[in-house]
């Protein structure tokens, strides 16, 4: 089956400061990836959509110059957060279009303080 | 437009069988299945394309209705490890489109 990894898996860090998240399809080309986000007890929620060598399209009521995203080949993307804020604390999941299906990542698990 | 799940929680023993309903007010183009553990990404079970549609592996099935704006996920003699949360993602324009996810179904199976 298609692979994706992402890194790191957990991260904490300060209000203020940038964290980047690195999502890879292993055994995969993918044009297109997704950005989701997911808030504890909550369901997935579509961020932003990445097109390997275009800009990303955001979804209503998501920052496009807070949540930074290059998509500069086909086996990566990735997503800046930048000024972190606590309330940008949350479970960020990538994911790789394939031919029929989406595959995902494991996640990306972020803490600001 | 969020699709709708039901039920929102199901409590089962192993064994017994489950149905998870998804809807939608308008046509889709596909219907995604996914389950969920506490902690972990999603993980793919199954996509519906076709009206009328019925397709499944091992004791997990789906179906997809003519109108294609209903699917159901159906579990049949569960096991502790179908536990989880059971997500369906919706697509209206294609393939290369980012899915809507419905709320998500509880499923917890007891021994």
């Known amino acids: 089956g298609a692979v994706v990894s992402q890194h790191p898996s957990r991260v904490i860090c300060k209000s203020g400061t940038s964290v980047k998240i690195e999502c890879r399809s292993l055994d995969f080309q993918a044009t297109t990836m997704f950005w989701y986000r997911q808030f504890p007890k909550q369901s997935l929620m579509l961020m932003a959509t990445?097109?390997?060598?275009?800009?990303?399209?955001?979804e209503q009521g998501v920052e496009k110059d807070k949540f930074l995203i290059n998509h500069a080949s086909l086996t990566l993307s990735t997503l800046t957060v930048t000024s972190a804020h606590p309330e940008d604390s949350s479970f960020y999941i990538c994911?790789?279009?394939?031919?029929?299906?989406?595959?995902f990542g494991p996640g990306t698990r972020l803490l600001v303080l | 437009q969020q699709p709708v799940q039901s039920p929102q929680a199901v409590i089962l023993r192993e064994g017994e069988d489950a149905v998870i309903n998804c809807s939608s007010s308008?046509?889709?183009?596909?219907v995604h299945w996914y389950r969920q553990k506490h902690g972990e990404a999603p993980i793919f079970l199954m996509i519906l394309l076709k009206g009328g549609e019925q397709k499944g592996h091992d004791k997990i099935s789906a179906s997809f209705n003519e109108k294609k704006q209903q699917s159901s996920l159906y579990l049949t003699a569960s096991q502790l490890s179908y536990s989880g949360t059971y997500f369906c993602?919706?697509?209206?324009?294609?393939?290369?489109?980012?899915?809507?996810f419905g709320k998500g179904t509880h499923l917890i199976i007891q021994p």
């Open positions: 993602g919706t697509s209206y324009g294609g393939g290369a489109d980012g899915l809507t």
């Open positions: 308008k046509a889709l183009y596909s």
């Open positions: 990445s097109n390997e060598g275009s800009k990303a399209t955001y």
């Open positions: 994911s790789g279009a394939g031919a029929e299906t989406q595959y």
